[in-house]
C-alpha cells in the first residue's frame, strides 16, 4: 500500500525508529492539494495538513511503499490524524493523514 508522507513522515530517523526499519520511497509531487498548518489550541502547536485545492497547487513529500502492519504502527503514531484515502494522477490509490 502507499502513503502520501508531507510532513515528519517523510524523516527516515523517524521511520525507522516507528517501524523498525526504513521502507522504500518514492519523491512525489501531489497536485490538487495544498499544505497548511492547523493550530491546535489544546496542545499550543501548529500541526501540518492537506487541503484540496486547485489543480495547479502542489505539495512534496514521498509515497511510502508500506504494509498493513506498519499502517498500523503508523496510525498509532499519528493518533491526531485520520486516514483519508485518494487516487494518484497515475491512477494508483494512496492514503494521507488528515487533521480533517
Known sequence: MLLFAYATLQNE?????ILGYIPHHETYNLSGYRKIYTYIPKEKENYPNLNPSNQK????GILLHITSSDLKKLNEYEKKYKLIK???KDGREAYY???T
Open 13 to 17: 530517523n523517524l521511520l525507522n525508529s
Open 57 to 60: 497547487e502542489t505539495v512534496d
Open 86 to 88: 485518494l487516487v494518484l
Open 97 to 99: 493523514f488528515s487533521l
